[in-house]
């Protein structure tokens, strides 16, 4: 079976700091892949998405960025975290061009 | 640009009584329409789906409708229980970009 697994789960970063959260999944191959945000009392806004490796579509300007080195790992980085970029980070897949959309359990970022 | 609007934003029900969320979209070319449940603290799970060939699909108290002409589709709970809970938040789908609506807060009081 597939699973997905997302870090660190909580994560406190100062103001200027960098930032890597790190998402891979297992059991599948080729998987499309996303990185979502989710501000506190709303919804998912879609930040990245993967159908392959080294291909990357942004979803929203911002000062993140996405990476996926290989067929099942997919990395969200900043260079300088912003107190704007506080919220719940959530990682999922798909089956290529398929349904449905899997979701990690998601990193709790603060910037103080 | 928001593909997908859901209402309402929150909603306080009896146990036992019906939940109803509803979500409207505009582009036809979506084809896949699920509904996800988020507890606090977790990522969101698929709870049911339904394709644009079919105006309802029932899976135990959860049911969703689809309106295809209206460009709507709601999820309905019967039989609401407190264990039900949770943050709901509809979906539209073109294949490789899934969009989300804002999410229903639903309260299930005893």
């Known amino acids: 079976s597939q699973t997905i697994h997302q870090w660190p789960a909580t994560l406190v970063q100062p103001v200027g700091s960098p930032l890597s959260l790190e998402c891979t999944v297992e059991g599948t191959s080729n998987p499309n892949l996303y990185w979502y945000r989710q501000a506190a009392g709303r919804g998912l806004q879609l930040l990245f998405y993967?159908?392959?490796?080294?291909?990357i579509s942004s979803e929203v300007p911002q000062n993140l960025s996405a990476s996926r080195p290989q067929d099942r790992q997919f990395i969200l980085s900043s260079k300088k975290l912003l107190l704007s970029d506080s919220g719940f980070y959530l990682c999922a897949w798909s089956l290529t061009g398929g349904v449905p959309l899997h979701f990690g359990n998601g990193t709790r970022l603060t910037v103080t | 640009q928001q593909q997908v609007k859901q209402s309402p934003q929150s909603l306080i029900v009896q146990k036992g009584g019906i939940s109803i969320i509803n979500c409207a979209y505009e582009?036809?070319?979506?084809?896949?329409f699920p509904w996800y449940q988020q507890f606090p603290g977790k990522g969101p799970a698929l709870l049911i789906a339904?394709?644009?060939?079919?105006s309802e699909k029932k899976e135990g108290r959860f049911t969703i409708s689809f309106n295809k002409s209206a460009k709507q589709f709601s999820l309905h709970i019967m039989d609401s229980q407190p264990g039900d809970s949770a943050t709901y938040f509809c979906?539209?789908?073109?294949?490789?970009?899934?969009?989300f609506g804002t999410g229903t807060s639903l309260t299930v009081i005893p």
């Open positions: 339904i394709r644009p060939d079919v």
């Open positions: 979906a539209v789908d073109t294949g490789n970009q899934f969009y």
């Open positions: 993967s159908v392959g490796i080294g291909q």
């Open positions: 582009n036809t070319a979506f084809d896949y």
